[in-house]
């Protein structure tokens, strides 16, 4: 199986992910071990003119797979994509962004090459012609680590925000278009449009920011009073404990936790969410928790890097305004 690391460059309209650069750090430790090279893929409509910035961060070869028909993130066709870059690169280890689009795309890439598949990984490294993928398990009580056997593809989706993304520099990379060609399969599904839910509201595992409410907020209305103009003014992303997606609050898409998403942010706001331990392991591994909870004895507290005994229907727009002033600056 080949040395080379194939990072998996995943953008939206355009816009690389900050995940997406990550991955070039724990690509860059790996190809030190197997002594092959650092190469990227990047999929979709237009994307050419994304493959600078891209070798900027570290690929040796950037390559380029676009077509109209790859305008929108379709399981299948973007499937075929990076599996021709994966073959043109000589790839032996595949990196992929934890995000909803890039779970989907690993899982259907590594059993279109019939490759080992590692899902939400914290920690890789490479010892003895194996990968080995770390991730947590058991609500976050538990610390796993899996060999992917060298003798076969191994892809991996690596958790964001665990792995700081390297600064862009150094030498251009070499830029390679893949011609691709729809087949029947390919065009089995069709996108027709792809329509944001909430302006200015980012996925929350993708934001650097995310701000939760639980059962506390007691109405949908309340989240869009309370909860969202923080989350807007921080450009960061809404999230929501499980009950108050069971309430009817939120869609379950925010569900942070156990049964939902597990989001690792660089500042993480609980706001009356009393952390239940689903919760608690769907966010504990966040850089900075700022909990907002008017009861001092709920669990939340022992996770916080920062608690306030407060009503968040008083502090939190408070804090938002704050935010809004420093911003205006």
């Not at 019939?114 to 009580?141: F, H, P, Q, W």
């Not at 009073?225 to 939120?250: H, M, N, T, W």
């Not at 968040?312 to 804090?319: E, G, K, N, S």
Request: glycine letters at 10%; charged letters at 20%.
């Amino acid at each position: 199986m080949s040395k080379n690391i194939l990072v998996v460059v995943e953008q939206r309209e355009g816009k690389v992910l900050p995940a997406s650069y990550q991955l070039f750090t724990p690509a860059r430790a790996l190809a030190s071990t197997t002594g092959g090279q650092v190469v990227a893929c990047v999929v979709g409509e237009g994307v050419s003119g994304l493959a600078d910035a891209i070798g900027a961060h570290g690929a040796a070869t950037v390559y380029v797979v676009e077509h109209a028909e790859l305008k929108h993130y379709r399981a299948s066709a973007y499937t075929s994509a990076v599996t021709s870059a994966i073959e043109a690169a000589s790839a032996g280890v595949v990196l992929f962004p934890t995000t909803f689009m890039g779970r989907d795309w690993a899982a259907r890439t590594a059993a279109r090459k019939r490759g080992a598949l590692a899902i939400d990984c914290t920690e890789v490294s490479a010892r003895g012609g194996n990968i080995l993928a770390s991730k947590s398990m058991y609500a976050g009580k538990l610390q796993a680590t899996f060999a992917l056997s060298g003798s076969r593809l191994r892809v991996l989706t690596i958790r964001s925000n665990v792995y700081p993304a390297p600064a862009a520099g150094g030498s251009s990379a070499a830029v390679q278009k893949l011609a691709y060609t729809p087949s029947d399969a390919d065009r089995r599904l069709t996108v027709k449009a792809v329509t944001a839910t909430s302006s200015g509201i980012k996925d929350v595992t993708e934001a650097d920011v995310v701000v939760s409410g639980g059962r506390s907020l007691k109405s949908e209305e309340n989240f869009q009073k309370v909860i969202f103009p923080l989350a807007q003014a921080l450009e960061g992303a809404v999230g929501a404990s499980r009950a108050a997606c069971d309430a009817g609050y939120q869609p379950h898409s925010r569900q942070v936790g156990l049964t939902g998403k597990v989001v690792t942010p660089k500042l993480y706001f609980a706001c009356g969410i009393d952390g239940a331990i689903q919760h608690l392991a769907g966010m504990r591994g966040s850089k900075v928790i700022v909990a907002i909870n008017t009861k001092k004895e709920a669990p939340i507290f022992k996770v916080a890097t920062y608690g306030c005994v407060a009503d968040l229907f008083t502090l939190v727009p408070l804090v938002t305004e704050e935010v809004r002033k420093l911003r205006a600056h």
